[in-house]
C-alpha cells in the first residue's frame, strides 16, 4: 500500500575517501639553531548516487550520481634557536593552498624564557586560517558552497611552574583569539537540516 497523493520514493548513499601524504625535513644550521622544513598534500572526495522510483511498481524514475572533491596543500618551515642558556627563540611560516580558495600565507613567533630553572615563560602569536572542510562544503543535505575560510589572528601567554624535582608542573595562561569569518553549523529554520554557516567575527579569551 502506498500513502495518498505520494507515489514516488527514493534511495540515497554516498561514500568519502581522502588520499594524501605528508614529508618533512629537518636541519641543524648549527649548534642551537634547527630548521625544519615539509609539505603536505590531501585529495578528497565524495561519491554520491540518488535514485528514484515509483512505489507502485518500482520503475526507475532518475538516476543522478556526483562526485565533487578537494585539492589542497601546504608548505612549511619553522626554525628554532637556543639564542641564549636561558632564552629560546621560535618563527615559522606555513602557506596554504586550497582548490577552491587560493592560498594564504600564515606566520608566527614565540619565546620561551627561562626564568629560573623551575620556571618558564612563553609567549607566541600568529596568523590563524582554516579552510571549510570538505563537509562543510559537501555534505549532503547540510554543506554550504558559498563558505569562505576563517581568518584572524591568536596569541598566548602563559608559565609553567614544575615542583617536586620536576615532578609536578603547573601551567597557567592567557589565549585569546580574533576570529573573522568562522564557520558555525545551524538548524534550518525550514528544513531542519544543520548547514555551516560563517559568522562575522569571533573573539575569545580564555
Known amino acids: 500500500n502506498t500513502w495518498a497523493n505520494i507515489t514516488i520514493d527514493n534511495d540515497t548513499l554516498f561514500d568519502t575517501y581522502t588520499v594524501g601524504t ?54 612549511w618551515l619553522e626554525d628554532k634557536w637556543q639564542v641564549a642558556k636561558i632564552l629560546r627563540l621560535q618563527s615559522a611560516i606555513r602557506y596554504d593552498w586550497h582548490q577552491y580558495f587560493h592560498g594564504s600565507w600564515n606566520p608566527s613567533a614565540g619565546m620561551v624564557l627561562d626564568v629560573t630553572p623551575d620556571t618558564q615563560f612563553k609567549v607566541s602569536g600568529g596568523k590563524a ?46 589565549v585569546a583569539w580574533y576570529m573573522i569569518d568562522k564557520i558555525q553549523w545551524f538548524p534550518d529554520t525550514q528544513t531542519g537540516n544543520w548547514t555551516p554557516q560563517n559568522m562575522n567575527s569571533q573573539r575569545l579569551v580564555g
Not at 629537518?26 to 590531501?42: H, I, P
Not at 584572524?152 to 615542583?163: C, I, L, N, P
Open 22 to 75: 605528508d614529508y618533512q625535513v629537518d636541519y641543524e644550521l648549527w649548534a642551537g639553531n634547527d630548521l625544519s622544513s615539509g609539505v603536505d598534500v590531501r585529495t578528497e572526495q565524495l561519491r554520491g548516487w540518488n535514485a528514484e522510483y515509483k512505489l507502485d511498481n518500482g520503475d526507475t524514475v532518475s538516476n543522478t550520481s556526483w562526485k565533487p572533491h578537494v585539492r589542497r596543500y601546504g608548505i
Open 129 to 174: 586560517y582554516r579552510a571549510p572542510t570538505f563537509n562543510d562544503l559537501f555534505w549532503p543535505q547540510g554543506g554550504n558552497r558559498a563558505l569562505v575560510p576563517e581568518k584572524g589572528w591568536s596569541g598566548e601567554w602563559a608559565v609553567d611552574q614544575q615542583f617536586c624535582k620536576k615532578k609536578v608542573n603547573l601551567h597557567a595562561g592567557i
